[in-house]
């Protein structure tokens, strides 16, 4: 941030424009060292004559000593006293200080309160709110063609459909007990599907661990047989595969994703397919992964990405950091040297918005780790404060302006 950005943001906090997502950003910045200098710097010398504000004249003794009234400030100021003899600061210092205290979260919003909010400014923090982070939700889908809404189960809650129990753990995962008799058992499939601004995770029959991220799928048997343990993916999901056996025998686990079928015995991987791409990062273990149209299965070391292309039918492997890949299982976006048009896809999904572009987006290139839990308009601005792109926003379109 530079200094007409913390001019901007000050003049629009005196005047009660200050959206929450810019509070809590100028919270954050005067929170560092080097904000902090910069307040101090340029209040005295440059904010009042930058903004021109006669209001903030008349109104600066009754600021002061409303800021001064409180008690928490008193404190603060009377710890400095007599440290530096016959040392006298500026009002406005002592004003840049307070609000520093304020803005910083000390005083819990008290000062922020303090200023009236302009309807404009109220109808502007109301639309923000209706672009939400995404959250734990998903439908099963049964054979039948009936489904149910996971979010809308309690916990311990319990359902019974063709001997399978379903229900919700404490950490709000779903697991399965499959009750059926082996007279009576059939090959029965269960669907999960998590929406855009959704995820959620489950535990499978044979204790395996899958997180499944937004605008997913995943289809799997109730009960797997003794030879081979198979799943079917779309979008991206984290597996953590559990070791089985028959007898002395692994029973092998697959993911078939489109064209890809991943093998494993037991192991932590990532699997990202969304679009034309299938992105396999393993963490831990060792995968082989086989392809119709190529005699021999390539193999994963942990570390190692493979990027398949579904049109092309071609597969690269190489080194990478993984964490990258399984950032989001964490609650966060984490890009390196990720175009924009990845980086706006993945806001996308979580958000649940629709994205378009003005210009050439070819040669920007964006770095950095982000909440995924981020009020949305504040996740554009530390977006834009690379100065690599701007946001329009019109409902739920965002456009994308270099």
Not at 185 to 210: A, C, F, M, R
Not at 284 to 301: I, R
Request: proline share 3%; with cysteine.
């Amino acid at each position: 941030m530079d200094k007409e950005q913390l001019h901007q943001l000050l003049l629009r906090y005196h005047r009660g424009h200050l959206r929450p997502e810019e509070l809590d950003i100028l919270k954050k910045f005067l929170g560092t060292k080097g904000g902090q200098q910069m307040l101090y710097d340029s209040w005295d010398e440059e904010f009042e004559a930058w903004t021109g504000d006669k209001d903030l004249e008349r109104n600066q003794d009754a600021l002061f000593e409303r800021v001064l009234a409180d008690k928490r400030i008193v404190s603060i100021l009377a710890q400095h006293k007599g440290k530096k003899k016959g040392m006298i600061l500026p009002w406005r210092r002592l004003v840049a200080a307070a609000c520093l205290l304020l803005l910083s979260g000390l005083a819990a919003f008290w000062f922020y309160r303090q200023i009236p909010t302009t309807d404009a400014a109220k109808d502007l923090a109301n639309q923000q709110h209706i672009i939400q982070p995404g959250s734990n939700k998903a439908r099963i889908l049964f054979e039948d063609g009936s489904f149910v809404e996971l979010e809308k189960i309690k916990q311990d809650t319990f359902l019974q459909d063709q001997g399978l129990r379903i229900y919700k753990q404490a950490d709000g995962s779903i697991a399965y007990a499959y009750t059926a008799t082996k007279e009576t058992q059939k090959p029965v499939y269960n669907t999960i599907v998590t929406p855009k601004g959704g995820e959620y995770s489950l535990v499978l029959p044979d204790g395996s661990k899958v997180w499944l991220n937004a605008a997913s799928k995943l289809r799997y048997p109730l009960s797997f047989g003794a030879d081979s343990r198979t799943v079917e993916l779309e979008g991206e999901a984290y597996f953590e595969v559990e070791k089985v056996k028959n007898q002395d025998t692994s029973i092998p686990f697959y993911v078939q994703t489109k064209d890809q079928k991943l093998q494993v015995l037991g192991t932590k991987f990532n699997i990202n397919s969304y679009n034309n791409k299938i992105k396999t990062t393993l963490i831990e273990g060792a995968v082989a992964l086989h392809y119709a149209h190529q005699a021999k299965p390539k193999h994963l070391k942990p570390s190692q990405q493979s990027d398949y292309s579904v049109n092309e039918k071609d597969v690269q492997i190489k080194d990478v950091d993984p964490s990258y890949s399984i950032a989001w299982k964490s609650g966060n976006f984490a890009f390196d040297d990720a175009s924009i048009e990845q980086v706006m896809e993945e806001v996308a999904r979580w958000y649940d918005i629709d994205i378009s572009y003005q210009g050439d987006m070819s040669k920007i290139r964006y770095s950095g780790t982000i909440s995924r839990f981020e009020k949305f308009e504040q996740l554009l601005q530390l977006i834009e404060w690379t100065d690599l792109v701007t946001f329009k926003v019109d409902g739920r379109r965002v456009t994308v302006m270099k």
